[in-house]
């Protein structure tokens, strides 16, 4: 049974490492110029070191190399997120700023392989339903911390929590990915105060309203 177990780690070994190679490869092809819309399965073998029978072993074709390696740009968006909580250390509006700020920053150092995501999700049943899957993901973290907000009498009652996190995930998703395509990230911490002040004062804290 040891024996079992470590043929089966060393697997997930190799495939872990190989995917850490091809996220290296891929983005520095991206940075290259290249959609990856142009990018070959030689290019792809190539550029991770490896032969193209090799990478047939690991991944179907050219958009499971993409499903794959933007595993790890979500994963660990999300645990940024999921960092946060409304109360105690590190929470506040304060902390949502830096949550957001620390999330642009994650997003703009892997700027080319979320551009891939972008582009393909446009023709790409499978890269746009797990792009919309990670953004359920946002959704339903969201929806718990606002419902929790509600139970201890901190967020307003007649928030509806699932669609206010919709629309928190939505419209802070496309802020954050157009300050990551469109800016040079000098303004970065500004813009992540002001989705933080937003969805604190406008969600979190909103005021309850007087008849």
């Not at 073998?45 to 991944?59: D, K, V």
């Not at 105690?88 to 642009?104: F, H, K, M, N, R």
């Amino acid at each position: 049974m040891a024996s079992t177990t470590r043929r089966r780690s060393t697997a997930a070994d190799r495939r872990t490492a190989l995917e850490e190679r091809m996220v290296s490869a891929l983005e520095e092809l991206l940075r290259g110029g290249l959609t990856y819309t142009e990018l070959s399965v030689e290019q792809l073998a190539h550029a991770a070191g490896i032969s193209r029978s090799t990478f047939y072993l690991y991944f179907r074709d050219k958009v499971d190399v993409l499903l794959r390696v933007s595993g790890t740009l979500r994963i660990r968006s999300l645990e940024i997120a999921e960092g946060w909580q409304p109360c105690g250390p590190g929470g506040g509006v304060d902390g949502l700023a830096s949550t957001y700020e620390q999330i642009i920053g994650h997003y703009r150092e892997h700027a080319a392989l979320l551009s891939a995501i972008h582009e393909v999700a446009a023709y790409d049943p499978a890269v746009r339903d797990a792009w919309s899957a990670h953004q359920d993901r946002f959704v339903d973290n969201t929806v718990a911390l606002l419902k929790e907000e509600q139970r201890a009498g901190r967020t307003c009652a007649d928030i509806d929590p699932q669609l206010a996190a919709r629309m928190i995930v939505q419209g802070g998703g496309e802020v954050i990915t157009r300050q990551v395509f469109d800016g040079d990230g000098s303004d970065d911490a500004d813009v992540a105060r002001e989705l933080a002040h937003g969805y604190w004062h406008g969600v979190y804290r909103r005021p309850e309203l007087r008849n």
